[in-house]
C-alpha cells in the first residue's frame, strides 16, 4: 500500500486508534457506529466469514462436481445487488477453469435484457440459482417465476434446474424446499448483502463456474488476520485505507474515483454498492466514481481522490501513465498492489472492513439502507396505480441535459440507463462521460437500472445531494409476460424507474429523464454530437 499521504490521514489515524476503533468492531461493539444495536449486532458475520467458508470449502466443491455431473452448459444467477455484484466481480476478475459451465448474471427487469440471455442458453441445460438473502426480493422473483416457466414447458420437473441460496427459514428457503429445488445453501444470517461476497453469494456461483475459490479464500484469511487489533496501525490495511476515505470525506475530497488495471474492471461495481451504500446517509456519503473515462486532470475538482488498484503481470502501461500524471498534479492517489489474481480475496475483505471504519469517521450506519426501501415502495405504489388504472404516471421532469446541469451546476452527474447491456451503448456512454467531464468539470457515474438501485440509489437519495441524476428509458420496450403476474418486465422496469424518480423528486434533487423510444444508440449520438458543437 503506497500513498502520497494527505496532512488529515496521520490525524485521522491517531482518532482511530485512541478510541480503538478496530478493537471494537472485533468486539461486535455497536457502539462504534450508533447507540442501539439495531442492524449492527446482527450484521457483522462478514468479519468471519473467509473462515467459515474455507470450512465449507468441501461442500461447496461437492455442488461443483454434482453440476458437472449433471452437464449444465449455463448458469443463470438470479440477484440484484449484493446477490450478485460479488459473484459477477469474482468471475470476471479471476476467470474460470476450462470445462465448467458458464455465469450469466441477471440483474435487470428490461425485457431485452432478460430475453437476451434466454436467447443465450438452452434451458433444458441450465442451472437457474435463485440468489435473495431475504427470499423476498422482487426481481428475483420475477425472473425466478420466468424461467421456471421456461424449464416447465420443457421438463415438467423444473426443480432440479434451480438452487436457491438465501438466509434459513426465509420465503425462498421454504419455496425450494417444497419446489424440489437441486440444493439449498443456506448462508449465515448476520452477513448482510452488500457485505456478503465472502459468503455463499459471492463464493457458491463463482465456484460453480470454475472458479479457484480456495485460493481466493485462503487470501481473504490472511488479509483477515492482518485486520487484527494487534497489527501496528501503519500495517493494519482495513484502518489505513478506513482513514483515507474518512479523512478524504472530511476535507470535502467526497468522489473517491477508482483506477484499476484492466482485469479488475469490475471490482468498481462491487466496491461502488459496498461504498456508496454503506456511506450514503444522513446527507453525507463517498461516491465511488468507477470506469470514468480518462482525461486531463484540469478538469478534477477539489473534491476528488483516487485509489489504484494495480494487478502485477496486467497489462498497466495507461494505468501507470495516468497515475503520474496525478501525482505530478500531486493530488491525493493512495496505490494498492495486487500480485496475484486470488489476492482479490484480500482486498474484498480489506474494503469491507475498511467501510465498516469509514462509517464511524462520517458518523452514519453503514449496515442499513432506508433509501434503498423507499424506491421500493415507490415502485409498489406505481404498481398498484397500474393495476388500478393500467396507466403508469410519470412526473414531468427536465428532458435538455445541457440546461440542467446549467442550471443545478452538479459535484457530479449519473447516468442510469434502463438498458440492455451492450458493447456499442457502453462505447457511447464513455464518450458522453468524458464529454461531461471536460465542458463541465463534473465527476461522472454510469449505472444500469434496476441494478442500481440496489447500490448507489442509496446514495443518490441520501447523499449529499449534489448530483444530478439522468434517466435514460425506453418506451418502447416490448411486452415479455411474467408467468402468474398481471404485468410483464416491460411494465415493472417502468414501474421501477418511475419509483426511483418519484423518490428522487421527492428528496428535491434534480432530475433528466430521456426517452429514447427504442433508439438509445441515436439518443446518446444526438448529446454527443450538441456537446460536440458547444465545446
Known amino acids: 500500500m503506497t500513498s502520497n499521504l494527505p496532512s488529515a490521514l496521520d490525524q485521522t489515524i491517531a482518532r482511530l486508534v485512541e478510541q480503538r476503533i478496530i478493537e471494537r468492531i472485533w468486539q461486535r461493539d455497536h457502539t462504534v457506529w450508533r447507540n442501539e444495536p439495531t442492524e449492527l449486532v446482527d450484521r457483522l458475520g462478514w468479519l468471519d466469514a473467509p473462515t467459515q467458508m474455507l470450512e465449507r470449502l468441501p461442500d461447496l466443491e461437492r455442488l461443483r462436481e454434482d453440476v458437472l455431473a449433471t452437464g449444465y452448459e449455463d448458469l443463470v444467477l438470479l440477484g440484484m445487488g449484493g446477490s450478485s455484484l460479488g459473484a459477477e466481480a469474482l468471475a470476471s476478475c479471476l476467470g474460470s477453469t476450462p470445462g465448467h459451465p458458464r455465469l450469466h448474471v441477471l440483474d435487470s427487469t428490461v425485457p431485452s435484457w432478460v430475453r437476451r440471455i434466454r436467447s443465450q442458453i438452452d434451458p433444458a441445460h441450465t442451472l437457474f440459482i435463485a440468489a435473495s438473502k431475504s427470499g423476498g426480493t422482487l426481481e428475483m422473483q420475477a425472473l425466478r417465476d420466468y424461467f421456471w416457466g421456461e424449464v416447465d414447458t420443457l421438463t415438467h420437473n423444473p426443480g432440479p434446474h434451480f438452487l436457491a441460496i438465501t438466509d434459513p427459514g426465509s420465503p425462498l428457503d421454504v419455496l425450494a424446499a ?5 440444493e439449498t445453501f443456506r448462508n449465515p444470517p ?5 457485505f456478503s461476497v465472502l459468503s455463499g453469494f459471492g463464493i457458491l456461483p463463482a465456484c460453480l463456474a470454475g472458479v479457484r475459490v480456495g485460493r ?9 488476520e492482518l485486520c487484527q487489533p494487534s497489527t501496528p496501525s501503519d500495517r493494519n490495511p482495513a484502518l489505513q485505507l478506513g482513514a483515507w476515505m474518512g479523512a478524504m470525506a472530511g476535507e470535502g475530497r467526497d468522489k473517491m474515483t477508482l483506477l484499476t488495471s484492466p482485469r479488475l474492471t469490475t471490482f468498481g461495481l462491487w466496491a461502488e454498492q459496498l461504498v456508496a451504500e454503506s456511506t450514503g446517509k444522513d446527507g453525507r456519503g463517498i461516491l465511488p466514481v468507477a470506469d470514468e473515462p480518462a482525461t486531463t486532470w484540469t478538469h478534477y475538482r477539489d473534491d476528488r481522490w483516487f485509489v489504484v488498484l494495480r494487478l502485477a503481470g496486467d497489462d498497466n502501461e495507461t494505468l501507470d501513465l495516468r497515475v503520474d500524471a496525478l501525482r505530478r498534479a500531486n ?9 496475484t489474481p486470488a489476492d482479490l480475496g484480500g482486498q474484498l475483505y480489506v474494503w469491507q472492513l475498511a467501510t465498516a471504519v469509514a462509517g464511524h469517521l ?7 439502507q432506508p433509501d434503498v426501501q423507499a424506491a421500493k415502495d415507490g415502485a409498489a405504489s406505481v404498481l398498484a396505480e397500474f393495476e388500478a388504472d393500467g396507466v403508469l404516471q410519470t412526473p414531468t421532469t427536465e428532458t435538455d441535459l445541457a440546461q440542467a446541469i446549467e ?5 457530479y452527474v449519473a447516468l442510469l440507463a434502463y438498458l440492455d447491456v451492450s458493447r456499442d451503448l457502453e462505447a457511447r456512454i464513455r464518450r458522453l462521460r468524458r464529454r461531461l467531464i471536460e465542458r463541465f468539470d463534473v465527476a461522472t457515474t454510469f449505472g444500469y437500472g434496476p441494478r442500481y438501485l440496489h447500490s448507489t440509489g442509496q446514495l443518490h437519495k441520501g447523499g449529499a445531494g449534489d448530483g444530478l441524476f439522468v434517466q435514460i428509458v425506453d418506451s418502447a420496450q416490448p411486452r415479455l409476460a411474467i408467468p402468474g403476474w398481471r404485468y410483464g418486465f416491460e411494465t415493472l422496469a417502468a414501474a421501477q424507474a418511475v419509483g426511483d424518480l418519484r423518490a428522487l423528486i421527492s428528496r428535491q434533487r434534480p432530475v433528466v429523464r430521456l426517452d429514447c423510444r427504442g433508439g438509445p444508440l441515436e439518443l446518446l449520438d444526438e448529446l454527443i454530437q450538441r456537446f460536440d458543437e458547444t465545446s
Do not use: K, N, S
Not at 493530488?331 to 500480485?339: F, G, I, K, R, S
Open 407 to 411: 442550471a443545478t451546476q452538479p459535484a
Open 178 to 182: 417444497e419446489a424440489g429445488y437441486a
Open 362 to 368: 462520517l458518523d452514519v450506519h453503514p449496515f442499513d
Open 216 to 224: 481466493l479464500l485462503h487470501h481473504a484469511a490472511e488479509q483477515r
Open 331 to 339: 493530488l491525493p492517489v493512495l496505490e494498492l498492489a495486487l500480485t
Open 190 to 194: 448476520d452477513i448482510g448483502g452488500r
